[in-house]
Nanobody, 124 residues
Framework: QVQLVESGGGLVQPGGSLRLSCTASGSIFSINVMGWYRQAPGKQRDLVSVITSGGTTHYQDSVKGRFTISRDNAKNTVYLQMNNLKPEDTAVYYC??????????????????WGQGTQVTVSS
């Protein structure tokens, strides 16, 4: 019943910008950490950036100074502003959330949930 829906991917030239969005919905008690991962063709899925409910952030070294992660707790939404994009940023970007799901009058233990992925292509 919990879903993460992503948007904002597309084709962009080197040096361009994109803003990714991800909204969590469903029977959610609370969300602790939200983040973004990416997977390029033939490579493993790697962490890009994460943000806690209190606003603490962490970035992969290769995107520091170019990407900015933020969240709107009231909307259960996380964003990734990507500036000065490079061809090596080309990948499928996945939203992730570690959250506690509501089950009737109770709640579940924390679990990871994933979005469907959105393609980011940086070319020419």
């Amino acid at each position: 019943q919990v879903q993460l829906v992503e948007s904002g991917g597309g084709l962009v030239q080197p040096g361009g910008s994109l803003r990714l969005s991800c909204t969590a919905s469903g029977s959610i008690f609370s969300i602790n950490v939200m983040g973004w991962y990416r997977q390029a063709p033939g490579k493993q899925r790697d962490l890009v950036s994460v943000i806690t409910s209190g606003g603490t952030t962490h970035y992969q070294d290769s995107v520091k100074g170019r990407f900015t992660i933020s969240r709107d707790n009231a909307k259960n939404t996380v964003y990734l502003q990507m500036n000065n994009l490079k061809p090596e940023d080309t990948a499928v970007y996945y939203c992730n959330a570690n959250l506690i799901r509501k089950i009737g009058s109770f709640y579940d233990k924390p679990n990871d949930y994933w979005g469907q992925g959105t393609q980011v292509t940086v070319s020419s």
